[in-house]
């Protein structure tokens, strides 16, 4: 996460970066198809992405070379995971294995505590393995409802946490039902080619404005599908990923931060400060400003997330994000494209995984292999998550920024 | 009804029982800190107590929930005023020196017509029974406006 820039101004929170110069570059990824899986177990889908990151090393790579990973999952399925639920999936034993939760910057936060261990020398060669099982049970995370809160969530589900930005944000900016279908629009046609993606069909505005209402302001092809998958990341000093491959892509900045609703700031009405604290410390890391991103992952639970993410990114003023997707600046072949792979409203969002694998299509991205979805030339690519945490109270997001040099 | 969290929690719960910040003016409901959320400062924090109605800052009609919610559920975030407040307006920043912040909530609604939500709009906060343990019920506040009436 270093650059040639002195970065001594100490950003509160930022960390990483620097530490004695080393720098972090993405060597592999992998992928697999996510869906409906019922066929596959957790160890099995992580098995799976495992060993398409190992596949897809350039120069290869043996197991023995892995000394340390990171797993995100949430285990929603119950699993009993830990460091060893990795080990287990893939036979990596006898070295450090940390699990990672953090919400829905669950997989994010997994790649950045690789990054800055690498960048701190205590390993060379990392993976980093994101997995979700979904699907498994019934019940889902409507039943996460907050049911014996009084004042901390109760009945306050995912989509009404995020339409409650929705709501407001057309009320202060006039921004309308259509613009906000227009994500899904946009994201649906992206992930209509995309290989991996979970919903590979195309609709409407009038499709997404009709469908069923979830949560007023939010239909249903406002909300993502409830999906399994698994994403993996190979992550190396920068002194040894180029005996690896020729195209290594650095890490350049990372940040992480959190925030609350309830701490009366009335941004976070119509968006997501920490995604602005993350993102700040990101590009400073970096050296670089929101203009330079080429390309984009970012979080789209809802359309709305999405629409609010261009503004807090610093994409667009705050209240233009409407004006943004009008304008086709974020469709795939606009000036910044936005979700190319479909975003977590068609490719699906397993929440272990889907930050990792956000990283693995920017890493594609960024090496010219994304194939269908490939977007012009992209030098810089950036990656984001948006997750609630504390029963609706509070938010956590994780912003990753990724090169070619 | 006495389990440790809603046994913890009763003074907030039953007479909306707040603090506020000396250094910044939080209010901090339905938690009582040592340090504030906002500016971080372990400071001084003064007994507060809120009004029985709220402004809504932003809502939502919540159509799908578990079975112990009635549908449709509008869910707002409140802005609730400090009892004795001039103004627990929308916009925070009151003049008026004894003023004091409104604290901003997660408010359920109830017995409300979905189409009389709106931005803006004042609540009545009203006392019910939210669930009960074992048996034992567990009151705080929900918020209402009354039928007929759209502010």
Excluded at chain 1, 19 to 45: N, P
Excluded at chain 1, 128 to 142: N, P, Y
Excluded at chain 1, 167 to 178: G, I, L, N, V, W
Aim: hydrophobic share 35%; with cysteine.
């Amino acid at each position: 996460m270093s650059s040639g820039v002195s970065n001594s101004s100490g950003t509160r929170g930022a960390s990483g970066g620097d530490i004695g110069g080393r720098e972090a570059c993405v060597i592999g990824s992998g992928m697999i198809d996510f869906g409906e899986l019922f066929e596959q177990s957790t160890d099995d889908m992580a098995e799976r992405a495992y060993l398409n990151a190992i596949e897809d090393v350039d120069s290869g790579i043996s197991p023995q070379e892995i000394d340390a990973a990171w797993f995100g999952t949430l285990d929603i399925a119950g699993d009993a995971s830990s460091g060893a639920g990795l080990a287990h999936a893939t036979g990596l034993f006898e070295i450090p294995v940390t699990r990672v939760e953090n919400a829905c910057a669950t997989g994010s936060t997994a790649f950045r505590s690789a990054v800055e261990a690498i960048e701190a020398g205590s390993a060379e060669v990392a993976l980093v393995l994101g997995v979700e099982k979904m699907r498994d049970s019934a019940a889902g995370l409507i039943e996460s409802a907050a049911l014996d809160q009084v004042w901390r969530g109760r009945g306050v589900t995912m989509p009404a946490f995020f339409g409650m930005r929705a709501t407001r944000h057309m009320h202060e900016f006039d921004t309308t039902e259509e613009q906000v279908a227009k994500v899904s629009v946009k994201n649906h046609a992206n992930g209509a080619k995309y290989p991996h993606a979970h919903y590979r069909f195309e609709c409407s505005v009038e499709d997404v404005v009709e469908s069923p209402t979830v949560t007023y302001p939010l239909n249903l092809y406002d909300c993502c599908p409830v999906t399994d998958g698994a994403a993996a990341l190979l992550v190396a000093s920068e002194e040894l990923a180029s005996e690896y491959t020729d195209d290594p892509i650095h890490v350049a900045g990372s940040g992480l931060s959190t925030d609350s609703l309830l701490r009366s700031e009335d941004e976070s009405l119509v968006g997501f400060p920490a995604t602005t604290q993350a993102a700040s410390q990101a590009y400073e890391q970096a050296s670089i400003g929101p203009e330079h991103v080429d390309v984009a992952e970012v979080h789209d639970c809802f359309t709305i997330t999405e629409l609010v993410t261009y503004e807090d990114l610093g994409f667009c003023a705050k209240g233009e994000g409407g004006a943004l997707i009008d304008e086709g600046v974020v469709e795939l072949d606009g000036e910044k494209p936005v979700n190319p792979s479909g975003g977590l409203l068609a490719k699906g969002h397993p929440i272990g995984a889907s930050g990792v694998a956000q990283l693995a299509e920017i890493y594609e991205q960024l090496r010219g292999e994304a194939g269908s979805v490939q977007v012009d030339d992209p030098e810089i690519g950036l990656q984001h998550n948006i997750g609630i945490g504390r029963n609706a109270t509070g938010s956590v997001s994780c912003v990753n920024v990724l090169e070619r040099r | 009804m006495y389990e440790p969290p809603f046994w913890r929690d009763r003074e907030a719960n039953e007479r909306l029982a707040a603090t506020e910040c000396d250094a910044c003016g939080y209010v901090s409901f339905p938690e009582r800190r040592e340090v504030c959320k906002r500016c971080g400062e372990r400071g001084e924090f003064r007994d507060t107590r809120l009004e029985e109605r709220g402004i809504v800052q932003s809502y939502v009609i919540q159509n799908r929930l578990p079975d112990a919610f009635e549908t449709p559920l509008p869910v707002a975030v409140m802005d609730v005023p400090q009892v004795g407040a001039n103004d627990g307006g929308s916009d925070g920043d009151d003049a008026g020196s004894d003023a004091g912040e409104p604290a901003r909530v997660y408010g359920l609604f109830t017995e409300t017509d979905p189409e009389a939500m709106a931005i803006g709009m004042e609540a009545a906060a009203v006392f019910r029974e939210l669930f009960d343990v074992e048996g034992l019920p567990v009151g705080s506040f929900k918020f209402t406006v009354p039928r007929g009436e759209n502010r």
